[in-house]
């Protein structure tokens, strides 16, 4: 491997995006990170919501309080994977494939490899 190879390979590791962004594809780069930034805060939102909507407990003097039943937190687990799984694997894919399209990118293909028309 490549000096430059491993290096976008490492950087595409570190954050989606950044291999794009060292092998001179600044477009492509930003694109990705933007959007893994983007559904990574979405995710977030998504859960922080989910977690507050079902461990938030208004008290007799009206303000809300937090409780940390295990039990709740077990059902907000398993709730929170069942309706934000598709983002997470989203993230991930988007991820695998700057990894990929950056290794690619920096010409050191494998052996038996079909260069880019």
Do not use: C
Request: glycine share 6%.
């Amino acid at each position: 491997m490549t000096p430059r190879a491993k290096a976008a390979f490492l950087s595409g590791l570190v954050f989606p995006g950044l291999g794009q962004v060292l092998n001179k594809q600044k477009a492509k780069g930003a694109a990705m990170m933007a959007s893994v930034s983007i559904f990574v805060l979405w995710l977030a939102v998504r859960i922080f919501r989910l977690t507050w909507k079902t461990m938030a407990i208004v008290g007799p003097d009206g303000l809300e309080s937090v409780r940390m039943d295990p039990e709740a937190i077990a059902r907000l687990h398993n709730q929170a994977w069942a309706l934000n799984w598709w983002l997470a694997a989203l993230v991930m894919a988007i991820w695998i494939y700057s990894i990929i399209d950056a290794y690619y990118l920096s010409g050191d293909k494998p052996d038996g490899a079909v260069p880019a028309k």
